[in-house]
Protein backbone atom coordinates (compact mmCIF):
# COMPACT_ATOMS: atom_id res chain seq x y z
CA UNK A 1 0.00 0.00 0.00
CA UNK A 2 2.83 2.46 0.59
CA UNK A 3 4.51 1.80 -2.93
CA UNK A 4 1.21 2.26 -4.25
CA UNK A 5 0.87 5.53 -2.71
CA UNK A 6 4.26 6.66 -3.13
CA UNK A 7 3.43 5.93 -6.90
CA UNK A 8 0.47 7.90 -6.97
CA UNK A 9 2.04 10.95 -5.68
CA UNK A 10 4.93 10.50 -8.09
CA UNK A 11 1.98 10.88 -10.86
CA UNK A 12 0.41 13.51 -9.06
CA UNK A 13 3.49 15.82 -8.99
CA UNK A 14 4.74 15.12 -12.37
CA UNK A 15 1.50 15.50 -14.04
CA UNK A 16 2.45 18.77 -16.42
CA UNK A 17 6.00 16.57 -17.32
CA UNK A 18 5.98 15.90 -21.02
CA UNK A 19 8.48 15.47 -23.54
CA UNK A 20 9.34 18.51 -26.24
CA UNK A 21 10.84 18.50 -29.97
CA UNK A 22 12.11 21.37 -31.35
CA UNK A 23 13.89 22.39 -34.52
CA UNK A 24 15.94 25.73 -32.49
CA UNK A 25 19.20 24.88 -32.31
CA UNK A 26 19.97 24.93 -28.46
CA UNK A 27 22.79 25.73 -26.22
CA UNK A 28 23.66 23.17 -24.78
CA UNK A 29 22.32 20.35 -26.50
CA UNK A 30 21.73 17.58 -24.03
CA UNK A 31 23.05 14.92 -26.31
CA UNK A 32 26.39 16.71 -26.88
CA UNK A 33 26.94 17.92 -23.54
CA UNK A 34 29.38 15.81 -21.91
CA UNK A 35 31.56 14.75 -24.96
CA UNK A 36 32.64 17.86 -24.17
CA UNK A 37 30.93 18.73 -27.49
CA UNK A 38 32.26 22.44 -29.31
CA UNK A 39 28.30 23.67 -27.97
CA UNK A 40 29.02 22.63 -24.44
CA UNK A 41 29.10 25.72 -22.68
CA UNK A 42 29.91 24.39 -18.89
CA UNK A 43 33.13 23.67 -21.15
CA UNK A 44 33.58 26.01 -23.15
CA UNK A 45 33.42 29.82 -22.89
CA UNK A 46 33.32 30.12 -26.39
CA UNK A 47 31.26 27.79 -27.46
CA UNK A 48 29.25 27.83 -29.92
CA UNK A 49 25.51 27.45 -31.21
CA UNK A 50 24.91 23.49 -33.20
CA UNK A 51 24.02 22.96 -36.23
CA UNK A 52 21.18 22.16 -37.37
CA UNK A 53 22.49 18.99 -38.79
CA UNK A 54 23.44 18.44 -35.02
CA UNK A 55 20.32 19.07 -33.49
CA UNK A 56 18.13 17.00 -35.80
CA UNK A 57 20.85 13.59 -35.85
CA UNK A 58 19.57 10.65 -34.11
CA UNK A 59 21.33 9.64 -30.62
CA UNK A 60 21.24 6.31 -28.71
CA UNK A 61 22.88 5.63 -25.43
CA UNK A 62 22.72 1.96 -23.37
CA UNK A 63 23.99 1.46 -20.09
CA UNK A 64 23.71 -1.75 -17.86
CA UNK A 65 24.20 -2.56 -14.21
CA UNK A 66 26.20 -5.89 -13.39
CA UNK A 67 24.26 -7.90 -10.75
CA UNK A 68 21.71 -7.27 -8.42
CA UNK A 69 20.90 -3.67 -6.86
CA UNK A 70 19.21 -5.07 -3.93
CA UNK A 71 22.11 -4.19 -1.35
CA UNK A 72 20.75 -4.07 2.13
CA UNK A 73 17.75 -4.42 0.99
CA UNK A 74 16.85 -7.84 1.58
CA UNK A 75 17.33 -8.98 5.31
CA UNK A 76 20.31 -11.46 5.61
CA UNK A 77 19.21 -15.68 4.91
CA UNK A 78 16.52 -14.02 2.68
CA UNK A 79 16.22 -16.60 -0.19
CA UNK A 80 16.43 -14.42 -3.77
CA UNK A 81 15.00 -15.68 -7.22
CA UNK A 82 18.10 -16.33 -9.62
CA UNK A 83 16.48 -13.86 -12.21
CA UNK A 84 17.10 -10.82 -9.01
CA UNK A 85 20.44 -11.73 -9.82
CA UNK A 86 20.73 -10.71 -13.44
CA UNK A 87 21.75 -7.33 -15.16
CA UNK A 88 19.30 -5.31 -16.07
CA UNK A 89 19.62 -3.14 -19.89
CA UNK A 90 18.83 0.14 -21.07
CA UNK A 91 18.71 1.96 -23.50
CA UNK A 92 16.69 5.11 -25.35
CA UNK A 93 16.78 6.88 -28.72
CA UNK A 94 16.92 10.95 -29.06
CA UNK A 95 16.02 13.37 -31.93
CA UNK A 96 15.54 17.31 -32.49
CA UNK A 97 15.79 17.21 -28.61
CA UNK A 98 13.51 14.50 -27.18
CA UNK A 99 13.20 11.11 -26.60
CA UNK A 100 11.90 9.35 -29.54
CA UNK A 101 12.35 5.48 -28.22
CA UNK A 102 13.38 3.65 -24.84
CA UNK A 103 13.48 0.49 -23.35
CA UNK A 104 14.71 -1.57 -20.14
CA UNK A 105 15.15 -5.32 -20.03
CA UNK A 106 16.41 -7.97 -17.71
CA UNK A 107 18.74 -9.68 -19.10
CA UNK A 108 18.52 -13.31 -20.03
CA UNK A 109 21.23 -14.69 -18.05
CA UNK A 110 23.65 -13.79 -15.49
CA UNK A 111 26.69 -11.70 -16.74
CA UNK A 112 29.96 -12.59 -16.24
CA UNK A 113 31.62 -9.37 -16.48
CA UNK A 114 30.48 -5.80 -16.80
CA UNK A 115 31.74 -5.70 -19.76
CA UNK A 116 29.82 -8.95 -20.84
CA UNK A 117 26.71 -7.10 -19.46
CA UNK A 118 27.44 -3.76 -21.02
CA UNK A 119 27.62 -6.09 -24.52
CA UNK A 120 24.12 -6.62 -23.95
CA UNK A 121 22.72 -3.63 -23.29
CA UNK A 122 24.35 -2.15 -26.39
CA UNK A 123 22.95 -4.94 -28.61
CA UNK A 124 19.62 -4.07 -27.52
CA UNK A 125 19.90 -0.47 -27.71
CA UNK A 126 21.61 -1.01 -31.24
CA UNK A 127 18.36 -2.89 -32.70
CA UNK A 128 16.40 0.05 -31.38
CA UNK A 129 18.61 2.29 -33.34
CA UNK A 130 18.62 0.20 -36.24
CA UNK A 131 14.84 -0.27 -35.88
CA UNK A 132 14.62 3.44 -35.97
CA UNK A 133 16.84 4.45 -38.74
CA UNK A 134 14.68 2.06 -40.71
CA UNK A 135 11.13 3.28 -39.85
CA UNK A 136 12.99 7.29 -40.75
CA UNK A 137 14.26 5.54 -44.02
CA UNK A 138 10.24 4.29 -44.63
CA UNK A 139 9.64 7.89 -45.02
CA UNK A 140 10.96 7.45 -48.21
CA UNK A 141 7.81 5.44 -49.41
CA UNK A 142 5.51 8.12 -49.00
CA UNK A 143 8.33 11.08 -50.68
CA UNK A 144 9.57 13.02 -48.19
CA UNK A 145 13.03 12.83 -48.10
CA UNK A 146 15.10 11.03 -45.77
CA UNK A 147 17.04 13.09 -43.18
CA UNK A 148 21.28 13.42 -43.85
CA UNK A 149 22.05 11.53 -40.84
CA UNK A 150 21.15 8.71 -42.15
CA UNK A 151 23.21 8.52 -44.30
CA UNK A 152 26.24 8.30 -42.02
CA UNK A 153 26.42 6.07 -38.81
CA UNK A 154 24.36 6.93 -35.88
CA UNK A 155 26.03 7.72 -32.48
CA UNK A 156 25.09 4.94 -30.03
CA UNK A 157 27.08 6.45 -26.74
CA UNK A 158 27.96 3.69 -23.51
CA UNK A 159 30.27 4.03 -20.07
CA UNK A 160 32.17 0.54 -20.57
CA UNK A 161 35.42 1.13 -22.55
CA UNK A 162 35.54 -2.26 -22.71
CA UNK A 163 32.30 -2.87 -24.75
CA UNK A 164 33.42 0.18 -26.86
CA UNK A 165 36.68 -1.63 -27.60
CA UNK A 166 34.32 -4.49 -27.96
CA UNK A 167 32.19 -3.18 -30.65
CA UNK A 168 34.83 -2.26 -32.83
CA UNK A 169 36.03 -6.07 -33.63
CA UNK A 170 38.91 -5.84 -30.28
CA UNK A 171 39.08 -9.32 -29.22
CA UNK A 172 39.23 -9.60 -25.51
CA UNK A 173 40.16 -12.53 -24.21
CA UNK A 174 37.69 -11.95 -20.70
CA UNK A 175 34.59 -11.80 -23.26
CA UNK A 176 35.79 -14.31 -25.58
CA UNK A 177 32.52 -16.71 -24.44
CA UNK A 178 30.26 -14.40 -25.12
CA UNK A 179 27.54 -15.82 -27.73
CA UNK A 180 27.45 -15.18 -31.08
CA UNK A 181 24.16 -13.51 -31.82
CA UNK A 182 25.95 -10.08 -29.84
CA UNK A 183 28.20 -9.99 -32.86
CA UNK A 184 25.42 -8.00 -34.78
CA UNK A 185 26.41 -4.91 -32.87
CA UNK A 186 29.84 -5.55 -34.70
CA UNK A 187 28.48 -6.13 -38.16
CA UNK A 188 26.06 -2.57 -38.03
CA UNK A 189 29.28 -1.04 -36.75
CA UNK A 190 31.22 -2.27 -40.13
CA UNK A 191 28.58 -1.85 -42.34
CA UNK A 192 28.35 1.89 -40.90
CA UNK A 193 25.12 1.89 -39.87
CA UNK A 194 25.85 2.78 -35.96
CA UNK A 195 29.46 3.95 -34.53
CA UNK A 196 30.00 2.69 -30.75
CA UNK A 197 31.48 5.68 -28.63
CA UNK A 198 32.01 6.53 -24.91
CA UNK A 199 30.25 8.77 -22.38
CA UNK A 200 30.92 9.13 -18.61
CA UNK A 201 29.03 7.16 -16.40
CA UNK A 202 27.17 9.71 -14.52
CA UNK A 203 26.35 11.26 -17.74
CA UNK A 204 24.63 8.07 -19.72
CA UNK A 205 21.11 9.05 -19.67
CA UNK A 206 20.20 5.63 -19.76
CA UNK A 207 21.40 5.25 -16.69
CA UNK A 208 17.74 5.77 -15.65
CA UNK A 209 16.67 2.70 -16.98
CA UNK A 210 18.92 -0.17 -15.32
CA UNK A 211 18.94 1.24 -11.72
CA UNK A 212 15.82 -0.77 -9.29
CA UNK A 213 16.99 1.61 -6.42
CA UNK A 214 19.14 4.99 -6.76
CA UNK A 215 18.94 8.37 -5.03
CA UNK A 216 16.02 10.97 -5.57
CA UNK A 217 18.98 13.84 -6.85
CA UNK A 218 20.33 11.35 -9.52
CA UNK A 219 16.95 10.04 -10.76
CA UNK A 220 15.84 13.47 -10.50
CA UNK A 221 18.46 14.68 -12.96
CA UNK A 222 18.25 12.17 -15.65
CA UNK A 223 14.80 12.79 -15.76
CA UNK A 224 15.14 16.28 -16.03
CA UNK A 225 17.74 15.48 -19.06
CA UNK A 226 15.25 14.65 -21.46
CA UNK A 227 11.52 15.64 -19.87
CA UNK A 228 10.44 19.27 -19.24
CA UNK A 229 7.46 20.86 -17.60
CA UNK A 230 4.83 22.41 -19.76
CA UNK A 231 5.37 26.05 -18.30
CA UNK A 232 9.43 25.95 -19.01
CA UNK A 233 8.35 24.38 -22.96
CA UNK A 234 5.89 26.96 -22.97
CA UNK A 235 8.31 30.11 -22.09
CA UNK A 236 10.90 28.57 -24.24
CA UNK A 237 8.89 27.96 -27.25
CA UNK A 238 8.57 32.30 -27.16
CA UNK A 239 12.04 32.77 -26.71
CA UNK A 240 12.74 30.06 -29.49
CA UNK A 241 10.29 32.39 -31.93
CA UNK A 242 9.87 31.07 -35.33
CA UNK A 243 11.43 27.45 -34.25
CA UNK A 244 9.08 24.75 -34.86
CA UNK A 245 8.43 23.04 -31.49
CA UNK A 246 6.05 20.32 -30.24
CA UNK A 247 5.03 19.04 -26.89
CA UNK A 248 3.80 15.91 -25.60
Known sequence: MKLALY?????????????????????????FLHQPHATDLEAFVDAVPPTPEQSHRITAYTD???????????????????????????????????????????????????????INATNMGSKLTVAARNFTRGFEACGVPAPSDISRPTKVFN??????????????????HIELRENS???????????VSHVA???????????????????????????????????ASKVAGAATAFWC
Not at 83 to 88: D, G, I, P
Not at 104 to 109: F, G, K, N
Not at 159 to 176: F, Y
Not at 185 to 195: A, L, M, P, T
Open 64 to 118: ANWGSQLGNAVRKGTPVPLFKLRSMSGAIIFRMNGPLSWKTERQPRTSLSSCEAE
Open 7 to 31: ALQYIHSTHDYGIAFTSKAKLPMHT
Open 185 to 195: VREWVQDKSIS
Open 201 to 235: GKDNVSDIFTKEMRDVAHFCRLRDSFMSRLADFNL
Open 159 to 176: DNSACVLWSGNMTLKAVR
